[in-house]
Structures are given as C-alpha cells and as structure tokens.
C-alpha cells in the first residue's frame, strides 16, 4: 500500500544528493547546432525513464581482435538459420494448421537480417522473400534495440514482427562461427511434418494423369553448356544453279539443346537482300527434306488406348508403348557429326564445312582428341580463261596491224608489240648492235665467195645486211641486201591467227647457219663488241661461257702426258706460245666435234697473248685530225674554258678520266680506241693531262699535220667499225702453257 501524497508523509529522494547539473545534450558542429547525444543520463546523472545504459567497458580483453572494420572483417559473410511457423488455419475441417518453412539469413557486416520462404510444390503458398534485409528491433519493452549475433541459438524462439519463428538448424558455417565467439549451441531438433501436405501426397498415390508422362532431363546438359555455341565457317556452292553463286555461311551449334541456326555473310553491293537467317535455329535432319507427314505422326511418344469393354463402369485409360512400334525414326546432325572438311546436308542444299574459331577446336580436341585443323579454302577460283580465236592474218600490212584491226572497232596503228623499256635501255650513244660476218652458202659458182655483214639491232629484235664492196671500185662502200626488219623463223605458216616467231639474238653465234627470208648464211667471225657482250651475259649465251667449254675439254682428256708433247712439238722453239690457227688445230682434235667454233674463240680470246702496238703520237694526231676534218668540228676554244671552269686550282691540269667525259660529252667525232690512245700518250704518272696542250695538238686549223701514206693496223681498224664490218679476230698468238696449267694443272718442266 503507497503512503499518500500529503506533507511529512512523502520521502524527500534528493536527501544525501550532492550533484543536481543537467546533461549537456545540444552543442555544435561545424558552427551547425544539433543534438550531440542522446544517451546522456537526466540531471544529476540519473538514468531517465526506460533509459539503459551501454556497458562502458567491452566484454573482449584490449588487444583481442583486429581493428578491420565489421563491414571489411566480415564482408560476404552470412549465418544461415532453419526455421518453421506454425500458422493457424481457420474454417477448414481438413486441417488446424499449416508448417511453413522459412531460411533466415544474418548479415554479419552489418546486423541485418532477411527471412526467405521455399518453394514447396502444390503447396498453394507463394516462395519468395518473407521480410526483406534490413535490422529488426527487438520486441517490447526492448524495441529500442536491434537483433545481434548474440540473440540467435538453435532450438530458441525469434519472434520478428509478432511473427514467431522457430530455430531448429543452422548450417555448419553458422555453427563454426557461433562456437568461436563464444555461444554455447543447443542440440539441434527437428521440423514437425505439415498434417495437410501428408493427406495431399496420399492423393498423389492414387491420382493418374489423364496423359502419359515420360520425364526427360535436359537440366544437366543446359546447366553444362549454356552459352557455348560451336562456330563453323560454311561454304554453299550454288554456281551450278541459274544465277547461283558461291556464298559463304557461318554455322551455330547449340550444344544446350543439340540445335542448328545459319547465317549468310553477304559481301558488300552483292545485291541481295539481308536475311536475318539462312537457317532457323532448330534441329537439321542428316536425310532432309523428309516427305509429307500427316499431323501427329511424327512425336516423341507413342500413346496406346486402353479399350475398356461394354461394361457398365467402363475403365478409360492411356499406355505408352515401349517398343515404340510404327514410330518414324529421324536422325539429326550431332556435335560428333562435324567436322573441317565435311559436307553437311542442310534441306537439300550441300554445304562444306571449312574453319571453325578457336573455342570450337578446343572444344574438339579436349572431347574428342582432334588435333587437324587444316582449313579447307573458300575463296572462289578464277573463271576459266576462254581462249580468244581471232581470224587468221590478210596479208594487208603487218601481222599486228591486222590483229589491232580485230582487237577493236577503230583500227588504230599498233606497233609491234615493243618492249619500251628495253629499246629505252638499249638505245643510247654506246652500241646495241652485234655484228657478224657471214659468208653465203648457195651452190652456184659466181655467189659462193660473197661475204656480208649481218646487224643484229638489240633495242627492236630487227636484222639488216649489207653486202661490203672493195674500195676504190666506183661502187658504194656497203649495198643494201636486206633492210632493217624482223626476219621469220622457216617453216611457218603465212596466213595464221597466231603471230609468227622471230629469229632471236640468242640464236646467232660463230659457226651457226642461219636463214634470213630462205638464204642461208654461215657466221665466220664477230666484231669485239659482240664477243664482249656475248661473254657478258653468258646466261643467254651459253656457247660463251668459258667454264662450260673447258669442262667439255676435260671430259675428251684421258692422258696429260700426251698433251703436253702434242703441244711442245707445235712450240719447236719453245717461246711459250703459239699461233692462233695452230691452237685452233690442236684443239679441235682433242675435243672431237664436241666444241663448236663460238666455244673454241671463248677458249682462245681468255687464253690470247695481248698485243701491243707502239705508234707515234704524230700519227695519231694525224688520224684524229683525219676524223676531225671530216666532221667538221671546231670548237675546240669551248672545251679549253670548260676545262679551265672545271679547274679551280688553276694548275692547268686535270684527270684524264674528267677530259675523256668531256669529250663525249661533247660529241667529239673520234672513236673510243682512238681517244683512249691519245689520253694515254698526254697523262703524265699522275694520270693527268695538260688540257690546253692537248686540245691545241687536236686543233688542226692550228696546228696541221701531213696526210698519211700507210694505213696502219688501229687505222684500218677503225674505219671498218665506222663503216659496219666486223673486224677479224685479233688473236695472232695464244699462251698454252697457262692453259694447260688451268686445264690438267700441268707445270712447266
């Protein structure tokens, strides 16, 4: 019983209280006022009413634990609970209530919980989340406070929202976790049996489906190959077709549920439209198309009808057949079914398998062990080259301006078929023309001692002949025989669609016979220039190529000793050397017709002992001045002041080889041994010249020379380049000894 609220009966509570201040529970931050805390004791340090007060201390030791926040310590870590409800039903005689199953889930970064419900078949219930995450309070008087680790256990009651949920199990993290921080777990219990799901699955016994069912699990296969498709790149030839062509494909395989889709790589401006699809994705028979089926016949299953009779209670009922009778087998394509170089069957249409990516090959080769990848080639091959017919040749002209006149509808002047850059590289101010002295092989008396010149002209593929006269006969120096032109090959048809075949450079060589419009003529002998530049590119050339014509002399040689008396009887005197014909004799024995006559002069000319010709320096300025006159050339003042321009040390000298530019240069009408053989008299040991005295001794206005009486060898020489014939071979002497040294490796005694 309270004692009453009248005077000298009510107990003064602040007897023996000395502290009577009032919390401070305002103040300010960042010059922002607002309520600093609000678990500050009322005055006097008193609890208010229903305040609590947080332990000041924590329970763990210092030094226990890490200092990693909650949300970092304990990131994506979960406690998992098993927890059941009993829930009343109402109304319904079947039963009193009903056992839902719940999973709760607390977050340990940061306290909050979520509570799912499971899916349970036919239980009419919907699964999905119960509450959502998020801290709970605790129920009254405790409201204030949230749920912690500390309050969960198994076989304990949480009561969330008046809802009260039952712990009976956790999983073995939660219980790992649980022993660590120091709760002691319960036993685990178990969740009682719903009374209205065991009176359901009774039903289930007895109920039939009113078709057969026939379960076929696919999961497996689409949980393992969800989202691998195999790629192939596909080639269609359809060319055989009208209008058809060569299209590339690109083929899918699904390997979650075995099923073909294809696409067309169109090019770009190829004129057809854009299809999303060849191909739908589906399953691709191997034997496509198949025929006609009526509706239903072509199923997975095969369903018999139960005949119940003509009683009262008749039983209706279905049967799968087993044995599967009468159904209509299909085989469609398989991963196992491709392959690089296969040829697939898409509804009738042919199509090659030609590469795949490389997730497709890994595919393979870790499956099936497939290591050869080798592609097979898309691209198109080239059309067939129709070969064009043209009329054969009219006689009009030449054979190619009657083929232009065919090629195009406006006859236009076609040149020869020329190789511009070769008549560009072989036209210059030096010679591009092998010259030939040929004798006429004919029968009758008075032609049999006629010689001509033969002019092979290199920058066209063009023949002229001249017929050389002797001089002072009151004739011309040279008759024309044959103008420049190009001369047939014998033996080929006049009137033909094919253009005719010309004698070639590499066909003319010492000793050959050729046939010039059906005269033969011998070649007895070439000019230098043309031994020169047929040893040059012996590759075209091969009878000038010196290491093939000693190796056919080797091969004839059995015995070295008889050799080197053959040629000691010839060399009585024993000078080391021996004439040219002498030479040639000896030679042409040992290799028994094997050495043709252009091979013997490649021999000779290596081998040949040089000449020298000492002539006077007045005999050469005479024939220069010769040369000089005829060309009427003067400017011989001009060339002194380039060279003195050029000479800017004023020593009135320069290299031969600077004068000797200048001269061509300048076009000085004196040949190339001529000009040399004066240089080299004028060049001092340094190998330069006076210039001033050497262009006044050419100066013949100035300086004068008398005419000379004797021909000498350089001068007849050189008016037989000048006017076209081929000088003789210059071998007089050859030296055998060094080639018997580089041939049998014989020594002199």
Not at 145 to 169: A, E, L, M, R, S
Not at 491 to 499: I, M, N, R, Y
Request: proline share 6%.
């Amino acid at each position: 019983m309270a004692l009453p609220l009248l005077p000298s009966y009510i107990f003064n509570r602040n007897v023996g209280k000395e502290k009577f201040h009032k919390s401070q529970h305002w103040g300010f931050c960042n010059n922002v006022s607002m309520l600093v805390s609000e678990s500050k004791p009322g005055i006097g340090g008193e609890l208010l009413l229903g305040q609590k007060m947080k332990p000041k201390y924590s329970v763990f030791t210092k030094g226990v634990g890490s200092d990693t926040p909650s949300w970092v310590a304990f990131d994506k870590q979960v406690l998992s609970f098993d927890a059941y409800v009993e829930d009343e039903v109402h109304d319904k005689s079947q039963e009193n209530y009903r056992i839902r199953r719940y999973k709760i889930f607390f977050y340990l970064e940061d306290d909050t919980i979520q509570v799912n419900e499971p899916e349970v078949k036919n239980s009419g219930l919907p699964p999905g989340t119960f509450i959502r995450r998020h801290q709970i309070s605790l129920p009254p008087p405790d409201d204030d406070q949230f749920y912690t680790v500390y309050h969960f256990n198994i076989n304990v009651d949480i009561v969330f929202y008046g809802q009260t949920f039952k712990i009976y199990d956790c999983d073995a993290f939660t219980k790992n976790f649980l022993k660590k921080i120091g709760v002691k777990l319960n036993p685990p219990g178990q969740c009682p049996g719903d009374p209205y799901m065991k009176i359901w699955r009774k039903k289930l016994d007895f109920i039939q489906p009113l078709r057969p069912y026939e379960s076929s699990n696919t999961l497996k296969q689409f949980l393992e190959y969800d989202r691998k498709i195999l790629r192939f790149f596909c080639l269609w030839d359809d060319s055989a077709s009208w209008f058809g062509d060569r299209r590339k494909l690109v083929l899918h395989y699904f390997l979650t549920d075995d099923t073909i889709e294809i696409k067309e790589l169109l090019p770009k401006n190829s004129g057809r439209d854009t299809m999303p699809f060849l191909l739908q994705r589906g399953k691709l028979p191997k034997y496509g198309p198949p025929g006609m089926y009526q509706p239903g016949e072509i199923t997975d299953q095969i369903v018999l009808n139960v005949y119940g009779g003509f009683a009262v209670s008749r039983v209706h009922g279905y049967l799968l057949d087993k044995y599967k009778l009468g159904k209509l087998e299909q085989e469609f394509y398989k991963d196992s079914d491709l392959s690089i170089g296969t040829t697939i069957n898409v509804w009738g249409r042919k199509v090659i398998l030609c590469d795949c990516d490389e997730f497709t090959k890994t595919y393979y080769k870790n499956k099936y062990g497939i290591d050869n990848f080798t592609s097979v080639s898309c691209k198109t091959p080239p059309p067939p080259k129709i070969e064009r017919k043209f009329p054969p040749y009219t006689g009009f002209g030449s054979e190619e301006d009657s083929l232009c006149s065919c090629i195009g509808l406006r006859p236009k002047p076609c040149p020869h078929l020329r190789n511009f850059r070769k008549f560009m590289e072989k036209h210059s101010y030096k010679s591009s023309v092998l010259r030939f002295l040929a004798k006429l092989m004919t029968r009758e008396y008075d032609n049999k001692d006629r010689l001509f010149i033969i002019s092979y002209f290199l920058n066209d593929d063009t023949i002229s002949v001249f017929e050389p006269t002797e001089r002072n006969s009151g004739k011309r120096r040279l008759k024309k025989f044959l103008k420049r032109m190009r001369v047939k090959r014998p033996g080929q048809e006049v009137f033909k669609s094919e253009l005719s075949e010309y004698i070639k450079a590499e066909e003319l060589y010492i000793g050959a016979k050729v046939n010039v419009n059906g005269y033969v003529f011998l070649l007895l002998s070439a000019d230098e220039y043309t031994l020169k530049f047929m040893e040059k590119n012996s590759d075209k050339f091969p009878l000038s190529n010196l290491e093939l014509a000693l190796q056919k002399l080797k091969e004839k040689i059995s015995k070295s000793g008889d050799i080197r008396q053959i040629f000691r009887a010839a060399d009585s005197g024993f000078t080391k050397k021996m004439d040219y014909n002498t030479f040639r004799d000896i030679v042409m024995t040992i290799a028994v017709g094997k050495l043709t006559e252009q091979e013997f002069v490649t021999v000779a000319r290596h081998y040949r002992v040089p000449e020298t010709l000492c002539l006077d320096v007045n005999v050469l300025i005479a024939m220069a001045h010769e040369q000089l006159k005829k060309n009427t050339f003067e400017s011989f003042e001009r060339l002194i002041y380039s060279c003195v321009y050029q000479d800017r040390e004023k020593k009135k000298v320069l290299p031969s080889k600077d004068i000797k530019r200048l001269c061509k240069s300048s076009k000085l009408p004196l040949t190339d041994d001529l000009l040399g053989s004066l240089l080299s008299m004028f060049e001092d040991s340094e190998e330069q010249i006076n210039y001033e005295s050497f262009f006044c001794a050419l100066n013949w206005r100035i300086n004068p020379m008398p005419k000379l009486v004797a021909i000498s060898p350089l001068k007849k020489r050189c008016d037989d380049v000048s006017v076209g014939m081929p000088s003789p071979i210059s071998m007089k002497y050859i030296d055998y000894l060094k080639f018997l040294k580089d041939m049998y490796g014989l020594e002199e005694e």
